[in-house]
């Protein structure tokens, strides 16, 4: 017992110590702050959950590591590890000790700055859809005048919390060998893969919890002429009769047999009292295999962010709806002379 903690009496191990112990009682700060609501910056929680927990643990191996090296150094003869002296009285000494402790200072900061600098700037919409994600171009172009047009990529495509961050980054780290060696899809596929589920990024905007009130919704179509006269249709959508699925207390669940999502020959719905009804298609006896999936919001509203439309005019007509465009001529019209 006493060799080892001979050993341990290395600068690898006493370094290893510091840092598990420092982890340990700034994630215990954390935990405790956090629970008063006192942490409101994502980032925060990112440092916290990430940084914290890989200190601790690389504190906890370079404890053994250091008691391995030191172990050989003696098995080869050489003198125990002693502590470096600094004569504290000589102030030479004491203006190193105190210059190497500022700019270490400095360049946490620096490090810290600039790594939540580059975390904030991969998440922007201009990264994902401009610097990087070149495959992406056309989904950036529709989610510029998209109803979601002010909300960033990251708010729809990346899952709150740690697990939800790291899996967002190594999904990108693949995509971007992918764009580096051009072995990427073209056009990019649908639907998307790996999307979190609608509770964790839509619902904290929207509220499923009120399907029962109807909604108006006007479609505009604009006539081939000089006025681009107007002919608008109004729709009453009964939300109940539809959105009853998105309730809370029921779930649907169903099989798909193929990579879009078209062919469905099998739906499970367990309502509010726990009764499980299936619905088999036709020449289905049984639950296949493929796809069980649970209904999700995006499972109808799947381009909510990149609106499309069938053809070249309904496009036209929908931007000249939303005043994103203006095809009225400049000038006024008049008959030519035979």
């Known amino acids: 017992m006493d060799n080892a903690i001979s050993r ?31 942490l409101i910056s994502p980032y925060t929680s990112l440092l916290c959950l990430l940084a914290l927990p890989a200190l601790f643990v690389i504190g906890l191996l370079l404890i053994p590591f250091g008691m391995w090296r030191e172990g050989r150094r003696r098995s080869a003869g050489k003198q125990p590890w002693s502590w470096p002296v600094f004569d504290l009285r000589t102030k030479r000494t004491r203006q190193v000790l ?70 967002a980054k190594m999904n990108g780290t693949r995509q971007l060998v992918g764009i580096l060696t051009g072995h990427y899809e073209r056009p990019i596929p649908t ?31 604009f006539a081939d002429d000089a006025a681009n006269t107007d002919s608008p249709t109004t729709l009453v959508m009964h939300m109940g009769p539809i ?39 036709e020449g289905t006896t049984a639950q296949p295999a493929g796809d069980l999936r649970q209904m999700d919001c995006m499972d109808c509203h799947s381009r909510v962010a990149h609106t499309f439309s069938a053809s070249a005019d309904r496009a036209v007509t929908a931007a000249m709806a939303a005043g994103q465009i203006n095809l009225k001529l400049p000038f006024a019209h008049r008959e030519l002379p035979e």
Request: glycine residues 6%; neutral net charge; aromatic residues 8%.
């Open 8 to 38: 341990a009496r290395n600068p690898i191990s006493i370094v290893g110590a510091w840092l598990t112990t420092l982890a340990a009682f700034a994630f215990i700060a954390y935990l405790a702050v956090d629970a008063f609501g006192l």
């Open 98 to 167: 105190g210059a190497v402790a500022v700019l270490t200072l400095v360049n946490v900061m620096i490090v810290s700055v600039a790594g939540i600098g580059v975390v904030h700037y991969t998440e922007s919409t201009e990264f994902c859809g401009q610097v990087c994600h070149v495959p992406m171009k056309p989904e950036f172009t529709a989610h510029q005048v998209a109803p979601h047009a002010n909300l960033d990529c990251v708010q729809c495509h990346v899952s709150p919390g740690a697990k939800g961050f790291v899996k």
């Open 191 to 221: 639907p998307a893969r790996g999307m979190p589920m609608a509770a964790d990024t839509c619902m904290r905007c929207h509220t499923p919890g009120h399907p029962n009130s109807d909604m108006t919704r006007v479609m505009h179509a």
């Open 243 to 281: 959105h009853w699925h998105a309730r809370t207390d029921i779930r649907v669940e169903y099989v798909t047999t193929d990579a879009k999502r078209e062919t469905i020959p099998y739906v499970r719905v367990t309502d509010a009292k726990g009764v499980v009804t299936e619905y088999l298609a």
